[in-house]
Nanobody
Framework: QVQLVASGGGLVQPGGSLRLSCAAS????????IGWFRQAPGKEREGVSCISSSDGSTYYEDSVKGRFTISRDTAKNTVYLQMNSLKYEDTAVYYC?????????????WGQGTQVTVSS
């Protein structure tokens, strides 16, 4: 049974940091890419970052480049999203999702989401 469990969200002040985790089970990261997405209130869900299965290539949405870092631990079958220099506009529910091997492949499973709130 495929499962993605996102965790690590919380309340942080502007300029602060959080690390999100996406624990995968029922499949191995060796064959699937994992993407992070977010949805702010009243807005559409948007892609934030992705790490591919084959060579671990990473991709970032322009607004998070230089601030967010995606990584994976294949031994733990977990993908992380390190978020630094957080801004008010980063407030959203963050989701991880499974794609085929590459970061442009179809999404077939979603995690449950974790809330990130950036506020002073």
């Amino acid at each position: 049974q495929v499962q993605l469990v996102a965790s690590g969200g919380g309340l942080v002040q502007p300029g602060g940091s959080l690390r999100l985790s996406c624990a995968a089970s029922g499949f191995t990261l060796d064959y699937y890419a994992i993407g992070w997405f977010r949805q702010a209130p009243g807005k559409e869900r948007e892609g934030v970052s992705c790490i591919s299965s084959s060579d671990g290539s990473t991709y970032y949405e322009d607004s998070v480049k230089g601030r967010f870092t995606i990584s994976r631990d294949t031994a733990k079958n977990t993908v992380y999203l390190q978020m630094n220099s957080l801004k008010y506009e980063d407030t959203a529910v963050y989701y991880c999702a499974r794609r085929g091997g590459g970061c442009y492949s179809r999404i077939d499973y979603w995690g449950q989401g974790t809330q990130v709130t950036v506020s002073s």
